[in-house]
């Protein structure tokens, strides 16, 4: 059985929501298919449990729908997915979960989309077609552990920080974070409070600043160009923590908004992994060189034994798996190939969301535009 939409959303995440809210607000007819067993996944059953979102709510908010004004701040994340149910209720949303999109396919002779996906909870393969297609799977798709010599051997405990919850059970033990981004270094915090013997691996260069310093330098952006923000950020932030080179810590050359900007990479927003560091109960080491049973080895030469290993690595793109007919639109990784702010757009209908690199504000910006675009064309 074919199902025919207008539009056919693949994510049910706060990129494919959001999209989904504004085409409804335009009357125009979508349909949202997601992969696992509810929406927002990646917020409800892969994220730890003391996670805020990173910057001030006024920049985190999806379309048509601001935070009240008795709101925290920053969001914790329990706060943040009853925000993404009340989003679902009050805009209607129906998403149809447990549906593994398998293809997508443009088919010329019906100037229209083709897309299987799998029911997961039957088996059976259903069929959908769309004059539109949103890509709304997003830059999470799934989550990137590096090749490692001997890391298949490793005796202790292995995870990506998707599966990490709490540093409970790990009171007493020795704990590797690999990747000092935020979720590294919140997870960092995390297993040093609740007991355990940290270290921490610094491969290269970051920047990091308090949360009332990144919240104020993003007030700032919308009056005073990029470089001089990031002139005054990295004072802030050199004032306010002074020389960490000595903690194996150092700062990029370029500022941290223009190497966002180019790069994609965030700044660490620390909510108090530095005095951790400082005060020698993480400890920050080089990159890994290799692992056998439960000793690791570093670049430096050194060896120690640890319990855990918590991979904060990142994520990777899934869409190219299934996107058959992008002509061009995305790269080899299942990212868009012009950047923000021309990403979103490309032929014969077919438009992706979430892909901006600048969260929420983007997905926001990107739903947006996608549902006055869509409109347009109808």
Request: aromatic share 8%.
């Amino acid at each position: 059985m074919v199902s025919e939409q207008s539009v056919i959303i693949v994510g049910a995440g706060p990129a494919g929501l959001a999209t989904s809210a504004c085409l409804n607000l335009l009357s125009v007819p979508n349909l949202i298919l997601e992969k696992e067993d509810c929406f927002a996944s990646l917020w409800k059953h892969r994220a730890y449990d003391r996670l805020h979102l990173h910057l001030a709510k006024e920049f985190c908010e999806l379309p048509h729908m601001p935070y009240p004004p008795t709101a925290p701040t920053f969001i914790p994340r329990k706060d943040f997915v009853r925000y993404l149910d009340e989003y679902v209720s009050r805009f209607d949303l129906k998403p149809l979960c447990s549906r593994s999109v398998e293809s997508a396919t443009f088919s010329q002779a019906d100037k229209a989309w083709i897309v299987q996906a799998r029911n997961t909870k039957t088996d059976v393969m259903e069929e959908y077609q769309g004059s539109f297609l949103v890509v709304a799977t997003g830059e999470n798709g799934e989550g990137f552990i590096p090749s490692i010599p001997g890391l298949e051997c490793f005796t202790g405990e292995v995870m990506h920080s998707s599966q990490y919850r709490t540093g409970g059970k790990y009171s007493n033990k020795s704990a590797l974070v690999v990747g000092c981004g935020n979720s590294g270094m919140e997870i960092a915090l995390d297993l040093c409070n609740h007991g355990a013997k940290v270290s921490i691996v610094v491969r290269s260069p970051f920047h990091v600043f308090t949360r009332n310093m990144i919240h104020k330098a993003m007030v700032l952006l919308k009056q005073l160009p990029c470089d001089i923000v990031d002139i005054i950020t990295v004072e802030l932030g050199e004032l306010h923590y002074g020389d960490l080179t000595r903690y194996g810590i150092q700062r990029p050359s370029e500022g941290p908004f223009r190497l966002k900007d180019k790069t994609g990479r965030s700044p660490v927003i620390d909510v108090g992994t530095i005095e951790k560091i400082v005060l020698g109960k993480i400890k920050v080491v080089p990159s890994l060189k290799g692992i056998r049973e439960k000793k690791v080895s570093f670049s430096d030469g050194q060896t120690r034994n640890f319990d855990v290993i918590v991979f904060a690595t990142g994520y990777r793109s899934t869409a190219k798996r299934w996107l058959k007919d992008d002509d061009g639109l995305m790269n080899a990784k299942g990212m868009p190939k012009e950047r923000f702010p021309r990403h979103w757009k490309g032929r014969n209908g077919l438009y992706c969301a979430g892909f901006s690199g600048k969260g929420l504000s983007g997905i926001s910006m990107d739903a947006e535009n996608i549902a006055n675009d869509i409109r347009k064309v109808i």
